[in-house]
Every structure is written in C-alpha cells, then in structure tokens.
C-alpha cells in the first residue's frame, strides 16, 4: 500500500507531500494545478519514463534535484535527476542514513526496486485512457489477466524452455557428429604406440651416433697433433742431431778445466818459489862478488837450472790451458743458446721427446 508521496521540483510541484488513506482515494482540483504531474511523478518512480530531464521544474535551480519519495509498507524509495545524479534510493522510512543506492543504466529500473514497489504499469492510467477492461477485445483482456497472474510468465518459460530443448537438441546432433568425426580421426593413429616406439628408437640411436660423431671427432684431432707433435720431434732430432757429441766434447772440457785448475793452483806454489830463488840468486851474486861460498853457489845454480826447465814446462802448460779456457767459454754460450731453444721447444709440444716428460 502507498502510504506518502513526496515530489519535489518536478513539473509544477516545488515540494508536495501526499499522505494517502486505507482505501480509495481522490484527488482534485482546477485544470494546471498538477494532478496530472502527480500521476507522471508516480509513473516516473515505478517505470523510469519518461527518460531525460525535461520534467524538472522551470522554476528551480540548475543545481537543485528533481526527487520523488515513495512509501509503501514502510519502505521508502527515493527517485533522484540532475545533471550529475541519475539514482533510486531504497531504505527503511525511519532509517534514511542505511539507504541502498542504485545507479540507473539505460531504461530499466533495478530489480530491487522493482521488487520493493511492486506495481507494474498496468496498475497505472493516463489520462483519458480508456475504462480499464470494459473497452477492450476478449483477448486483450485474456492477455491482461494473464499479465496480471503472471500466467504469461509460465507461457514465456514453456517457450524458452522449449526453445532451449530444441536448440539443446540440434547442438548435441552437431557435437555427435563431430565426435564421430574425431573417432574417424583416430582411426588414423591406431598405430601411434608402434610409432612412438620407433620414434623412441630412432632418437636413442640418434643419439648414439652423435656420441661415436664426437669420438670420432676426438680421436681425429689426436691423430692430427700426434703428427704435428711428431713432426715437431723430428724437427728437434734433425736440428740437434750430433747434440751428445758436442755435449760430451764439453764434459771432457769441463773435466780438463778441472784438471787445469790444479795445475794452475800448482803453479801458483811453484812461481812463489820462483821469486824464493830470484831472492837466492841476487844473494848468489852478492856472494860472487865477495867470492865466498861456492859450493853452496853451485848447489843453487843446479836448483836454479832444474827449476827453471819445470818454469818453461809450466808456461807451455799455461798457454794450452788458455787457449782450452777460450774454447770453453765459446762452447759455455753455445750451451746456453742450445738449452733456450730446446726448453723453448719442450713448451710449444708440452712433453719431452727423450723421456717423455709432460711441461708445462
């Protein structure tokens, strides 16, 4: 049941406010003083027409709101247009502060709202519409009963219900048809275990040929550097063929110098004695001179004599070992030269043709 109406700045209402009794009720008055507009404000609550916001009133405000309360059954719902607003309000009418809002789209009201109203337009007349029933066709009245119990409803649902089983039917003929497509396909692939094995064979052995490919590969690079490195030795062999002779010509170099060495160490003692009898000799001739002591003056000359032959041997003696210390150091460079080019070689084929050792 209505119980208010509230209209404000629609057509001609500023700010009405209705409060309808149990029962019928009236309304009147003159023509342009908004009976009408109470009726189109009703309407525009219960069915969101008309649409736009030509009904505001002319008198009011841009910025003011065209709004419509409504009270049924202590509930109250609230239309509300301006230029920004477009919105129902649904809440208790004690209780303004827990409304619901609802933003319109389009033409349609809110199921909420329409749930909470529930008036349709058939409950509403406009103005110089025919007596509600009495004027029309036997089946317009049928189909307004039917309306009004909702028996159109079942007879939409039966049609839906109808359709859908209809358009169920002529999709599950298609996905037939498209599975017995899909079983003609898999005829093709009955064999497919027999070849996933054969593709499981064929990329085990695929694999096992790249392994042999890399050993292959592996074993022609180490016969390719064993020639290098065999070339190389034999480049070596060719370069120092006659290198142990030489070597052992310096060994025995080495052990003359050794020899020499003595040699010359007892040279050194004999010429200390050499410059011990010059000393004798200048006191030899002192004597003469005096003429005394000849005996002992003929034993030094004897010592001198002897001595003086081992001098001349030991002179011949140093002159050989000069010219081999020469030689030696000649042969010492040659050495070094030698050695520098054979470590120089070990590093370039990294193992030692002789023994085999690995350097580094």
């Known amino acids: 049941m209505i119980k208010s109406l509230t209209i404000e700045n629609y057509q001609s209402h500023k700010n009405s406010f209705l409060e309808f009794s149990t029962g019928i009720n009236v309304i009147s008055g003159q023509s342009n003083n908004g009976k009408t507009a109470i009726l189109r404000a009703l309407n525009w609550v219960i069915t969101n027409r008309p649409q736009g916001i030509a009904f505001k009133s002319t008198f009011s405000d841009k910025k003011e709101t065209c709004r419509v309360s409504l009270i049924i059954n202590d509930t109250e719902i609230i239309r509300e247009r301006n230029n920004s607003i477009n919105s129902y309000q649904i809440g208790s009418s004690f209780l303004y502060k827990d409304n619901t809002y609802f933003t319109t789209i389009g033409n349609d009201v809110p199921s909420e709202v329409s749930s909470a109203i529930n008036i349709s337009d058939i409950n509403c007349a406009s103005q110089f519409e025919r007596h509600f029933l009495l004027m029309d066709s036997p089946g317009e009245v049928g189909r307004t009963i039917n309306k009004v119990v909702k028996l159109d409803d079942i007879d939409a649902l039966i049609s839906n219900i109808s359709s859908k089983i209809t358009s169920t039917n002529k999709e599950l003929d298609i996905k037939k048809q498209d599975l017995d497509k899909l079983n003609l396909s898999l005829e093709k692939f009955k064999d497919y275990d027999l070849i996933e094995n054969l593709v499981n064979q064929i990329v085990e052995y695929d694999s096992k040929v790249k392994t042999i490919e890399n050993k292959v590969k592996l074993l022609s690079y180490i016969v ?25 010509v310096l060994e025995q170099v080495w052990l003359d110098y050794n020899t020499n060495l003595a040699l010359m160490r007892d040279l050194g003692k004999i010429t200390i004695d050499l410059a011990i009898l010059d000393i004798n000799i200048e006191a030899t001739e002192t004597i003469l001179k005096q003429g005394e002591g000849l005996p002992e003056l003929e034993s030094n000359v004897i010592k001198y004599l002897a001595t003086s032959d081992v001098l001349n041997k030991i002179m011949n003696l140093k002159k050989d070992w000069d010219g081999y210390f020469e030689s030696m150091k000649k042969d010492e460079k040659l050495i070094i030269v030698y050695k520098n080019e054979f470590d120089a070689l070990l590093k370039e084929i990294g193992i030692c043709p002789l023994c085999e050792r690995v350097t580094t």
């Open 224 to 248: 390719t550097e064993g020639v290098r490195v065999e070339a190389i030795i034999t480049s070596i062999e060719n370069r120092y063929e006659g290198l142990e002779d030489e070597i052992k």
